[in-house]
């Protein structure tokens, strides 16, 4: 009869245990914001608008200036606020033919990472010469980058899953770029636009993967490779098209360093607190 019941509070505790550790949040990275969401109103007032970020939780943002003020002048404003700058942005020909100005732009806002989001190209046919060409800049600004303490991320835009040999061409532009000096954004709204699987192309290039943008489309939108759609196809996280719980899941075991919220559209002001909590509402 002891036996018995002892075996009975084993079991309970094991299933007790099993329900708290199932119940421990997935999401614990702090929050942070892509500040292309308010490109209707830094520009304005970046104070008014960083003091709005700050309200909604958010410690960290990707971007920098605007406002007609210095980077120095945008950087404390953020300091002041308790928010960093993670990781900023530069296109494609300023990273490539104004390296040394990129450069001095990151320090300024003490970002550690440096993103580009478009490779030039005529749209709906990226092709393989437009792949190939990215890949030999990449390596060598990327090359510039780290000399400078800093690391290079390309952001895929989902025009880049046109079929090549075995695979896509971002596959061949994750495998021809020097993974010294070459790193990847992950924005798993474009990538899932594009006809990937964000999920598993997180498990297959691990940890090349060192940002990511946290956003979700309207369900039913027209997909296609040309990177574009309306921006108000952007929703709440967790109300649109993608497997939210399974990439973040598998973003935590790759080891994303920084998440950016990142909504497009017009409804920011009650989206990103609805993102907020949703990802805060993540169980393992």
């Known amino acids: 009869m002891r036996k018995s019941i002892l075996f009975q509070i084993i079991i309970a505790l094991l299933v007790f245990t099993e329900a708290a550790i199932a119940q421990e949040p997935l999401y614990t990275a702090p929050f942070g914001v892509q500040t292309y969401s308010f ?9 008014k608008v960083l003091d709005t970020i700050k309200m909604m939780g958010i410690t960290e943002i990707e971007g920098g200036g605007g406002g007609g003020i210095s980077l120095q002048e945008f950087k404390k ?16 020909d300023q990273l490539v033919n104004k390296t040394d100005s990129v450069v001095y732009r990151a320090k300024t806002l003490g970002a550690k990472y440096v993103m580009c989001a478009w490779i030039p190209h005529t749209t709906g046919s ?22 400078n303490g800093l690391t290079f991320c390309y952001h895929p835009h989902g025009y880049e899953f046109w ?16 993974p010294e000096y070459v790193s990847f954004e992950m924005d798993i709204m474009w990538i899932h636009f594009g006809g990937g699987d964000p999920a598993a192309l997180l498990k297959k290039y691990g940890n090349r993967w060192k940002l990511m943008h946290v956003k979700d489309l309207k369900k039913g939108t027209k997909k296609d490779l040309t990177g574009l759609t309306s921006p108000e196809n952007d929703v709440a996280v967790g109300t649109g098209e993608l497997d939210m719980p399974a990439i973040m899941r598998e973003a935590k075991k790759v080891g994303i360093k920084h998440y950016f919220i990142e909504d ?16 805060k509402s993540l169980k393992e």
């Open 163 to 178: 079929k090549h040999e075995d695979g896509t061409l971002l596959d061949y532009i994750i495998k021809n770029t020097n």
């Open 126 to 147: 990226f092709n393989f010469e437009n792949a190939k060409k990215a890949v030999e800049d990449f390596n060598k600004a990327g090359k510039i980058l780290k000399e």
């Open 39 to 47: 490109r209707r109103s830094i520009g304005k007032d970046p104070a």
């Open 77 to 92: 404003l953020c300091d002041d606020r308790g928010i960093s700058i993670p990781s900023t942005g530069a296109g494609y």
């Open 264 to 279: 497009e559209s017009s409804n920011i002001i009650t989206q990103i607190p609805q993102t907020i909590a949703y990802l």
